[in-house]
């Protein structure tokens, strides 16, 4: 016999969604304003490298460009997350955040291979550079990028767009400071070719950020158990601190956005304990060690229902789903 139950600890649950709900207008505001400052001044900044000739400045409104893409898409997904589930799509939109955060880190692999083909192009024929120009522009672009991190400090850290937004952020930081360090190279060296020289560095950096954010975020999306879950660590701590249950098996843990896990399982357990209790104690267990706050178990007592249940290549007689499990256990031994 098995049983199938679906229940969140109410206050632990509650207290989980209530400090996302609480946190979701602020990481929205933040984001806002965040992408309007670096907009304005990627523009600018674009201007900047076309008048002074510089690649790395330009590498670096190359940047904040995916900047303002990543920070306005992660803005949108947000939105677009309040909105509620519905029977057709159960988990409303909150994995759009996810796809997203995708996107934009394949757009930093997309803008570090152009900036290295310039580079490559610089090497070969230098051109001239307005360092002066140049290492302004810089200068004002680092001083726009330390206050868009510090409005981004403030917000979830858990929510992977922040946390590809920062990214981005830190990598356009240090591109400034690369081209502000060439430009005033240039100004006393006059050798424009550390200029392509430090692009190809902003290029590393971006490729650096694509990789962690894409990975993640792929992950997520190809339905992979959670970085920090370790399913065997979990069903062996079941098995361990809970009364009653003979075998876990059926696992399975995926994540709809990198703070929402889900698990579900089948336990085995005696004829001892109610389905209701061992579901509760399962439940309690998984939220208060694993922090999993939606899971779905499968009680059984005998048979595994899986184990009974005719497939499309099963060449046996189909089974009566009116039977008990003791006559379709014998059915199936008899069976040639």
């Not at 510089?54 to 303002?68: K, P, R």
């Not at 709809?256 to 509760?280: A, D, F, L, N």
Request: with cysteine; hydrophobic share 50%.
């Amino acid at each position: 016999m098995a049983h199938h139950h679906h229940h969140h600890p109410q206050g632990q649950s509650q207290r989980h969604n209530n400090h996302h709900h609480h946190q979701d207008p602020d990481n929205e505001k933040r984001l806002f304003w965040a992408s309007l400052i670096t907009g304005v001044f990627m523009i600018a900044e674009v201007f900047g490298g076309v008048i002074s000739g510089s690649l790395a400045l330009m590498a670096d409104a190359g940047h904040m460009l995916t900047d303002f893409a990543a920070l306005f898409m992660a803005w949108v997904a947000l939105r677009m997350a309040r909105r509620p589930a519905d029977m057709t799509r159960t988990f409303g939109f909150e994995r759009v955040q996810i796809l997203v955060a995708f996107v934009n880190g394949l757009t930093l692999f997309f803008i570090a291979g152009l900036i290295v083909k310039e580079a490559i192009d610089r090497f070969l024929e230098p051109v001239t550079i307005m360092a002066p120009m140049m290492m302004a522009v810089a200068a004002l672009g680092l001083a726009v990028n330390i206050g868009v991190f510090f409005i981004l400090h403030g917000a979830d850290r858990d929510n992977l767009n922040i946390r590809g937004a920062v990214l981005h952020v830190v990598g356009d930081m240090l591109g400034s400071v690369a081209a502000l360090g060439a430009g005033i190279a240039i100004y006393w060296t006059g050798y424009s070719v550390i200029d392509p020289i430090l692009s190809v560095f902003v290029a590393l950096i971006l490729l650096r950020s694509g990789w962690f954010v894409v990975r993640e975020a792929g992950n997520i999306l190809l339905e992979n158990v959670p970085l920090n879950l370790d399913l065997a660590a979990i069903r062996l701590d079941l098995m361990k601190t809970l009364d009653h249950i003979e075998d876990i098996h059926h696992m399975h843990a995926w994540s709809i956005t990198q703070g929402r896990p889900i698990v579900t399982m089948h336990v085995k357990v005696s004829r001892r304990i109610t389905p209701e209790e061992i579901t509760c104690q399962v439940k309690q267990r998984l939220y208060e060690i694993f922090g999993i706050d939606h899971a779905t178990i499968e009680v059984e007592y005998e048979l595994c229902s899986d184990e009974i249940l005719p497939t499309l290549s099963d060449k046996t007689s189909q089974i009566d789903p009116c039977c008990c499990v003791e006559e379709e256990k014998k059915r199936l031994a008899a069976a040639p």
